[in-house]
Nanobody
Framework: QVQLVESGGGSVQAGGSLTLSCVAS????????MAWFRQVPGKEREGVAS???????VYADSVKDRFTISRDNAKNTLTLQMNSLKPEDTAIYSC???????????????WGQGTQVTVSS
């Protein structure tokens, strides 16, 4: 079992930056693929970025060149650096973990509770 706790959400003006963090419990964090997803109420969950246990990354086209995903296995931490934020980035952002799934497939088995990101124009 893995527990995930996100932090770092908040409100920012368009063009600004935010950094999201996700801390995982347990001592097998390095063996998991990790990902960030986001969801707006009434819409489907959208994959944002993922990083596997080999540090390979995948990004949604909508965030490429603006967001950076990284992981620190020594600290069991996943990070999403978000730059040049746009109003359409407004959503609840959740981190996810799985040993078998990688990329932006939403079928990750472990999920955090989510953190709100609001970008105003």
């Amino acid at each position: 079992q893995v527990q995930l706790v996100e932090s770092g959400g908040g409100s920012v003006q368009a063009g600004g930056s935010l950094t999201l963090s996700c801390v995982a419990s347990g001592n097998t964090y390095s063996s998991y693929s990790m990902a960030w997803f986001r969801q707006v109420p009434g819409k489907e969950r959208e994959g944002v970025a993922s990083i596997d246990r080999f540090f390979n990354t995948v990004y949604a086209d909508s965030v490429k060149d603006r967001f950076t995903i990284s992981r620190d296995n020594a600290k069991n931490t996943l990070t999403l650096q978000m730059n040049s934020l746009k109003p359409e980035d407004t959503a609840i952002y959740s981190c996810a973990a799985d040993r078998s799934i990688y990329g932006l497939n939403p079928r990750y088995i472990y999920w955090g509770q989510g953190t709100q990101v609001t970008v105003s124009s």
